[in-house]
């Protein structure tokens, strides 16, 4: 062979190894604007794509352990998304908050992954759109941008106690229109192209994890100016906690929050509305489901809690009536339009009344065993009907 071709054919195998070096540790997905950060609001992620990533979640008073939290190439807690369906399989699509996400779980006892383990006799794929720290307003714009990429066959909207609210829901007025990244390319170019826009491109084996709760030397730490304020509000343990990351600090006083928001009627008929008509449009299943609050089932945990709201009256139940009309109402308003609904509550309130706490006690979300005992009970209901 001569000096020339030798010398090609030496560049030509240093640029495949190098594109496969690239492909593989520097992976980009098929969308170059579709991202979790769209639609995150409260979490330090927010602002930026969130490819590859990794994050904890700590509550100390109840483990020492962090939850590890692992980001796909479009920031969920899922395996990678493709946008074509597999033939002869539905495909399944979870929103919700942080309860879809599995936060204080590991991923494989997620709620979507335990629907997913469930299932016998089915051909379906599942997909977890949990997004840990954000509302109504931001399921209905992700299930208004993802759902006409995706073409979901059944749409789950996960709603949570805290969902609540008696503000106006705004619906979205637009739509993502979803624009392809160039897989024809060198990848090099398309590194270099995505550096020029300042998007980051992390690598796919992530060694690093950060923090998802902010510890007192960070600007987002809701309560800097107030420190004074949060030993007199909750025990001297938490706040330490709090300071560290190693705690919620949202926690501090949540109970006075969770008062109001129980009490107050909530204002669902035009999101559920916007919900049915989207998949009447798209040609999904929409089924709304309902995760109660740890205190709307039952009295046991309210011993921690005021640990982190002292100043909160003792003297009231969040078991009460008053505070658990917002699910019942969300239920006619489903029956309303039409719209499957599968409140979990009395499940949970069973399970619960036996012994089986399903909830962390410090920390507002679920234990493994709760999560996967939610996933088979909303298998079981969407498997049975006709």
Do not use: K, P, R
């Given at each position: 062979m001569s000096r020339p071709k030798k010398i090609i054919s030496y560049l030509l195998l240093i640029f495949l190894f190098q594109e496969v070096v690239f492909r593989v540790g520097l992976p980009i997905p098929e969308l170059s604007n579709f991202d979790r950060s769209s639609f995150v609001l409260k979490v330090g992620q927010a602002g930026s794509f969130v490819r590859n990533k990794s994050f904890n979640w700590w509550s100390l008073p109840d483990t020492v352990s962090p939850c590890k939290v692992d980001y796909?190439?479009?920031g969920f807690r899922d395996n990678e998304w493709i946008i074509k369906k597999r033939i002869g399989k539905k495909r399944i699509l979870f929103v919700g908050d942080s309860f879809v996400e599995g936060i204080m779980a590991p991923e494989e006892q997620t709620i979507p992954n335990c629907f997913m383990r469930a299932n016998s006799g089915f051909e379906i794929e599942v997909m977890n759109a949990?997004?840990?720290?954000?509302?109504?307003?931001?399921y209905l714009q992700f299930i208004a941008d993802a759902v006409p990429i995706f073409s979901p066959d059944v749409v789950f909207l996960v709603?949570?106690?805290n969902d609540f609210t008696s503000s106006e829901i705004k619906i979205p007025a637009y739509n993502l229109k979803e624009t392809y990244f160039d897989n024809s390319q060198p990848r090099v170019l398309e590194l270099m192209n995505q550096h020029r826009q300042r998007n980051p491109i992390p690598f796919r084996f992530s060694f690093q994890s950060n923090n998802l709760l902010p510890s007192v030397n960070e600007p987002k730490f809701p309560f800097r100016d107030q420190l004074d304020?949060?030993?007199?509000?909750?025990?001297?343990?938490?706040?330490?906690?709090?300071?560290?990351a190693k705690f919620n600090p949202f926690k501090l006083n949540e109970m006075f929050r969770m008062e109001k928001g129980l009490r107050e009627a909530s204002k669902f008929l035009v999101p559920i509305d916007f919900f049915r008509y989207y998949s009447e449009k798209y040609k999904f299943e929409p089924i709304v489901v309902y995760i109660p609050s740890r205190n709307q089932v039952t009295n046991y945990y309210l011993q921690f809690d005021h640990r982190s709201s002292l100043r909160f009256s003792r003297?009231?139940?969040?078991?009460d009536p008053e505070y658990n009309v917002n699910q019942?109402?969300?239920g006619e308003i489903c029956k309303q339009l039409r719209v499957k609904?599968?409140?979990?509550t009395s499940k949970i309130e069973e399970e619960e009344a036996g012994g089986n706490h399903l909830y962390w006690n410090y920390d507002d979300h679920m234990r493994a065993k709760g999560y996967s005992i939610v996933g088979e009970t909303i298998y079981r209901k969407w498997s049975s009907q006709p």
């Open positions: 796909n190439m479009y949990g997004m840990l720290g954000v509302g109504m307003e931001q709603i949570y106690a304020e949060m030993y007199l509000n909750a025990d001297s343990s938490l706040v330490e906690n709090m300071l560290s003297n009231i139940s969040f078991t019942v109402q969300l609904y599968y409140d979990l």
